[in-house]
């Protein structure tokens, strides 16, 4: 099959997105405690480290050592299984995004694509595991053996299937224009031309409507009725203590991370930065460098966007939410494939 | 390296299959039928049918089980009781029997000549999508109006009686109600009287909200 | 030596038969059910073994909607079991074979 350097390479291509997520999503977590606390104006934590630059750090500490409380009378082997299936089917969605073009290790003739893993169903496969990542919450509000916890278990699981669905539609309009649902050549059919042949130009419906799906999806204000406090203590990750509710807790923020580089890839041209074809040439080093931090900031853009919707809007009622999912969103994305399909068909520009 | 990989997912397959029949906490059951369909999807990829093993994910592992677990959880199914009253030598019956079937069935494969596998590419999304618009567009078109039907089935299941509309008012006294308004086992036609004592007592058994009856 | 047909077959029988004997031993209804949604799977696997090995798309286009068919099948199972549990609050198969309430 392949030689071992290949074997190597992919080790440390998945070592090294892991490290990436992990320190993104630790300092998202940083990041919305500051930024909430200055929206709403006061400061956020500052005293660990310079400005609270080591507080992930101290909170990852106070998780290892707190006191891990197992319920009497829930069932043991579901009761860690459910944060073990969320954690999972939040980390396993990394490995199809493409964090930049092929770069060239400068010194010798190796090529890595910056991707680490490269399918051509990449976009499907990501839908089928965040399909996954709904028996995390179901699992943990059964059993969890409290009533809280399984309304808001049952609750949560029921919006995030009925969001499934508007997720999956609103991005059939992308599949359309790009004729593939293999993601880098996603972003390779939005490179060249200096951001003009982003998608979300050509799809802004179906931008809006997988914005909302994806904060529906991940459970976030202002659809976080399952897990918010003042509603039903904290949902389907009541009972849960230490280190497991800090594996539920990374995955929600994996979640957020993940949903927002789907967005950076599929609408606004994954690692493409604008001006950049007049100062570097392709497939050197540097090129490489920027196209990831190109990616890497467009990324925390989405993720300073779920913090700011987050400290601005009021959440919805359930039964509010299950009406907007089903009566207003789906229609719309269908309305969405109709009339993408019907230009496509008219105009064949593309 | 894909036979290692193969007899680990058959082995994964039939190790979860057998904990499905096995496991008396229906629970646990379908837990390890999502086992079993994570393993089969991980074979489709091996058989060089990635688009097929996403969507046996997404619709199997990821929707079908959601509902069964769903409805586990909802109607507190609790575990099955060791055999009460049952014939003392179905299990093991089924078991022997089984196993003949097997053997019958591996006998035959095994002695017929296989054809040579090779790398192919009809798996990918956009051979299924060609021959799924063009030839065979009927049966896709059918099985759209199959999901029509089972959509307006399960809805038209789902709801809860509905004899009454939802405008229904009561006016105050004692009240005759027929049987077939108050009782959800008895025929629509049933129409032996119910005599209820007071107009609280008709609400409850109606299911009315009795602050919507208007006051004398 | 790459796996065989054979071995695909097989293991689809196997599959087959764990799901029947699960059909004939369980009680409850829903773990029935699972069971038949585990015979249908080993029939997709044979399918698409099949497709691979013959180099026909036509098996896994009837795996996609034997698919289709399996989720219309559990919506509207799924609506019976429920509307079975209301009436009669359990679902024990040996209980309800005789059709009264």
């Not at chain 2, 837990?31 to 097929?52: D, N, Q």
Request: with cysteine; charged share 15%; aromatic share 12%.
């Amino acid at each position: 099959m392949d030689t071992a350097l290949d074997i190597v390479l992919k080790f440390a291509a998945i070592t090294v997105a892991f490290v990436v997520v992990l320190l993104v999503v630790a300092y998202t977590v940083l990041a919305e405690r500051r930024v909430l606390g200055f929206i709403q104006g006061r400061l956020g934590p500052n005293r660990v480290g310079p400005g609270g630059l080591f507080q992930p750090f101290a909170d990852l500490l106070k998780f290892i050592l707190k006191e891990d409380i197992v319920p009497d009378k829930s069932t043991r082997f579901v009761y860690v299984l459910a944060p073990v299936i969320a954690t999972m089917a939040a980390l396993m969605t990394m490995i199809v995004y493409p964090f930049g073009p092929e770069i060239r290790i400068p010194f010798t003739s190796i090529t890595i694509p910056l991707v680490v893993a490269h399918f051509d169903i990449g976009l499907l496969y990501v839908l089928g595991i965040t399909s996954i990542g709904v028996y995390g919450i179901m699992l943990a509000g059964w059993s969890s053996n409290n009533k809280y916890s399984l309304m808001g278990g049952l609750r949560s699981s029921a919006q995030m299937i009925s969001y499934e669905l508007a997720l999956g539609l609103s991005l059939i309009g992308v599949i359309m224009l790009a004729g593939t649902l293999d993601l880098a050549q996603i972003v390779d059919l939005q490179s060249g031309w200096h951001g003009t042949r982003w998608f979300i130009l050509f799809q802004p419906l179906g931008f809006v409507l997988y914005m909302i799906a994806a904060i529906a999806e991940t459970n976030r204000v202002p659809f976080d009725l399952p897990e918010a406090e003042t509603e039903l203590v904290a949902g389907f990750h009541t009972e849960y203590s230490a280190m497991k509710f800090a594996l539920f807790f990374l995955a929600e923020y994996i979640n957020m991370f993940t949903v927002s580089m789907l967005a950076t890839t599929l609408f606004l041209g994954g690692w493409n930065v604008p001006f950049i074809d007049t100062f570097l040439e392709r497939g050197t080093f540097l090129f490489g460098l920027v196209s990831a931090l190109g990616f890497l900031v467009k990324v925390i853009f989405f993720l300073f966007m779920y913090i700011w919707i987050r400290g601005t809007l009021p959440r919805f009622r359930f039964d509010q939410l299950m009406n907007f999912g089903w009566k207003i969103l789906l229609p719309l994305a269908l309305l969405n494939i109709f009339l993408t399909a019907t230009i496509i068909y008219f105009f064949p520009n593309f | 390296m894909l036979t290692l990989l193969f007899i680990l997912f058959a082995g994964m397959a039939i190790g979860c299959g057998l904990a499905v029949v096995a496991q008396r906490n229906p629970l646990y059951s379908a837990i390890s039928l999502v086992g079993v369909f994570i393993s089969l999807a991980c074979l489709y990829v091996m058989l060089a049918a990635p688009f097929i093993a996403a969507v046996q994910v997404i619709v199997y592992a990821g929707a079908i089980m959601v509902l069964v677990v769903f409805v586990i959880m909802l109607l507190n199914v609790e575990q099955e009781e060791r055999g009460r009253n049952r014939l003392k030598f179905l299990v093991p019956t089924a078991v022997v029997l089984a196993a003949v079937l097997i053997a019958e069935v591996a006998f035959i494969l095994f002695s017929v000549t296989n054809p040579t596998p090779a790398v192919s590419n009809i798996g990918l999304s956009s051979s299924i999508g060609t021959q799924l618009f063009t030839r065979y567009l009927l049966p896709f078109e059918i099985t759209s109006i199959l999901l029509l039907m089972a959509i307006v089935g399960a809805m038209t299941l789902a709801r809860r009686g509905g004899l009454l509309s939802n405008e229904a008012r009561l006016i105050p006294g004692a009240q005759q109600l027929p049987r077939s308004l108050v009782d959800p086992r008895a025929a629509p036609d049933d129409l032996r009287l119910v005599e209820t004592d007071s107009t609280v007592e008709a609400g409850h058994l109606l299911g009315i909200d009795q602050r919507n009856t208007p006051k004398d | 030596m790459e796996p065989q047909l054979s071995w695909y077959l097989a293991l689809s029988a196997v599959l087959f038969t764990i799901g029947v004997t699960g059909v004939i031993i369980k009680r409850n209804v829903i773990a029935m059910f699972m069971c038949i949604e585990l015979m249908l799977n080993a029939v997709n696997l044979t399918f698409v073994a099949f497709a691979s090995f013959f180099q026909d798309v036509i098996g896994q286009l009837f795996v996609f909607i034997v698919m289709t068919v399996a989720a219309a099948e559990a919506a509207v199972g799924l609506g019976i079991i429920i509307a079975i549990f209301r009436n009669r609050e359990s679902l024990d198969v040996d209980e309800a074979s005789i059709l009264k309430l």
